[in-house]
């Protein structure tokens, strides 16, 4: 059995991913107390489902403080299991249920949204870190999809994903990210008219960028990090590792160089690209 478990903060985006998964052809289970997550699990396999997909959140209950140890359990077993965590900034999360105007599960003796989405948070801390964290707040409902997408299809087995990220400091920090480093000190494209409208993927930009010593300088830096503790994350079993690299707008310099990251590890590990503010 081929098993995905979702979880995250209430208005991340958890719909969207369970929805992809059900188009994907997995048999889908929404908002199921952690209690019953190994019931459930067993009869379905007696059942012959091959591919199941569970949210478990905060509306579940208390048990879903149970979720970790049950996670080890299912580990154990014969089936390939995958976990992911959505999230999102406080200030996204209290936009969105403003503007759809539904309920916090949480929000209830007094409680305001605010208070109760920093309750959830608390909650679910130590969810926060296991498996694939990705931060919902800046992209579109279509480049959730699309990173799904990419989720579900890393082979079990496959090894560690190394993931390089671009993102732009004036649209707030990843909360996915396990490193991040800030390029905002290298020349920039932006002040070029020509360049400004153009990306960090296209020819015109790279060529400016790489007639910067300075940008030669960084990235090896980077890369000179990220080759030195590789090995030590892929030790620790980790699934994924993300590399964030931000610069002003997430547009020229921290695109052109994750790409070349990109490139300089794609024969040491599985390597996923993405670029949070092109998307």
């Not at 478990?5 to 048999?27: C, H, N």
């Not at 569970?54 to 299991?81: C, T, Y």
């Not at 004036?170 to 400004?196: E, I, Q, S, T, W």
């Amino acid at each position: 059995m081929r098993l995905v478990l979702i979880s995250g903060l209430s208005g991340s985006g958890k719909s969207i991913a369970l929805k992809i998964l059900e188009d994907s052809g997995y048999y889908c289970v929404d908002n199921l107390p952690s209690l019953l997550l190994q019931q459930l699990v067993g009869q379905l396999d007696q059942q012959g489902y091959d591919k199941v997909a569970v949210a478990i959140d905060i509306r579940g209950g208390d048990s879903i403080a149970m979720l970790p140890q049950q996670l080890d359990s299912l580990r154990a077993q014969d089936l390939e299991l995958k976990f992911l965590f959505l999230d999102a900034k406080n200030e996204i999360l209290i936009k969105r249920f403003s503007e759809t105007r539904r309920a916090h599960p949480l929000a209830r003796d007094g409680r305001s949204l605010s208070e109760a989405i920093a309750e959830e948070r608390e909650r679910l801390e130590s969810l926060a870190g296991i498996g694939h964290h990705i931060d919902t707040s800046d992209i579109a409902a279509a480049t959730l999809r699309e990173w799904v997408r990419q989720f579900i299809e890393v082979e079990a087995g496959a090894g560690l994903t190394l993931m390089f990220q671009s993102f732009g400091f004036k649209h707030g920090l990843p909360l996915d990210a396990d490193f991040v480093f800030d390029v905002r000190c290298l020349p920039n494209p932006y002040y070029d008219p020509v360049l400004r409208p153009l990306t960090g993927i296209d020819d015109a930009v790279v060529e400016f960028l790489e007639n910067q010593p300075d940008v030669h300088r960084m990235r090896e830096d980077i890369r000179r990090f990220v080759s030195g503790w590789l090995p030590a994350f892929i030790r620790d079993s980790r699934s994924y590792l993300t590399v964030a690299i931000g610069c002003t707008g997430g547009q020229h310099r921290s695109v052109c160089i994750s790409e070349w990251l990109a490139r300089e590890f794609a024969g040491r590990a599985r390597v996923l690209v993405r670029h949070r503010e092109l998307s």
